[in-house]
């Protein structure tokens, strides 16, 4: 599942990765499965993500998607392999890790959250983050006043914008995004796609999307992979949509209906009957 894109544009490189859960002192003691206490959870992984690039991996519940971004994230250790993290062909890129139900604080107004940043990383003033705020809100599409409410007066699609604007004031080199429209209606969900795709294009960010929504990933995707139950990714499909394409338009595209059915048969054969 590699790219074939210079090294000096890559964000992420992960080789030959695996990992598998350590069981329960529960099942040892019951003397569980020998699969289930041998088994890769997520095996043999090769990937690289470029700066700009958008990818989406598909795959059943349970067979190792969220699990793969964990480790990326550095929430779990590799039990075997390499992830380098990279920003300008050095190893000193950041992580913005945004959920399907986002992870503000409930007791801190808007502005407090998204001012974690500068409350946390020594080279952000307040005065920066600021005018980095008030930049966020225009590209979001979110009015000043959001400001001072807190989340739990807010929508979900206007939750997930300020989760993602608090992951942006970290500034980080890739996203990760665990099925994290698929709580919102369609309509906010469209608008958030297209937002989120744009910034990524327009910032040269990158993206990983975990989600079970075919349709979003083509619409949203410059790859989409699928992962088997194995916890293997065993298929890449490209996605040429056209240069200014955005995920609304790429539903109108006459190439779409043909991704959408060509993944959808390879998923239906990786998922099994």
């Known amino acids: 599942m590699n790219s074939n894109a210079p090294a000096s544009s890559n964000v992420l490189r992960v080789v030959e990765l695996h990992f598998k859960y350590a069981p329960s002192p529960e099942k040892l003691k019951a003397g569980g499965q020998t699969k289930s206490l041998s088994a890769w ?14 990818v989406c991996i598909l795959g059943a519940s349970g067979c190792g998607k969220s699990t793969l971004l964990h480790l990326i994230a550095g929430l779990l250790s590799p039990g075997q392999g390499t992830i380098e993290l990279l920003s300008g062909g050095a190893q000193q890129g950041r992580i913005g890790y945004i959920f399907q139900q ?3 604080f409930p007791w801190r107004t808007v502005h407090s959250n998204i001012m974690l940043a500068a409350d946390l990383l020594p080279d952000l003033s307040h005065t920066e983050a600021d005018q980095l ?18 989340p739990s007066e807010l929508s979900g699609g206007m939750r997930q914008r300020v989760s993602i604007i608090q992951s942006l004031m970290f500034n980080p080199t890739l996203f990760l995004l665990d099925e994290p429209f698929s709580a919102l209606d369609f309509f906010t969900k469209l608008k958030l796609e297209t937002e989120f795709y744009q910034l990524v294009k ?16 083509v619409a949203m995707a410059d790859r989409v992979l699928l992962m088997n139950e194995d916890g293997r990714l065993s298929k890449e499909f490209k996605i040429d949509l056209g240069q200014d394409r955005s995920p ?5 595209n006459p190439a779409f209906a043909s991704y959408y059915n060509d993944i959808w048969a390879e998923l239906k054969a990786v998922i099994g009957p």
Do not use: C
């Open 41 to 54: 959870t997520v095996q043999n992984i090769d990937l690289t993500v470029r700066a700009g690039e958008i």
């Open 102 to 104: 986002d992870a503000l």
């Open 248 to 252: 609304q338009s790429a539903r109108g």
């Open 133 to 150: 705020i008030k930049q966020y809100l225009r590209t979001f599409n979110l009015n000043e006043t959001i400001l001072k409410q807190y």
């Open 202 to 217: 327009e910032k040269n960010k990158a993206a990983i999307i975990v989600t079970h929504d075919i349709e979003e990933s």
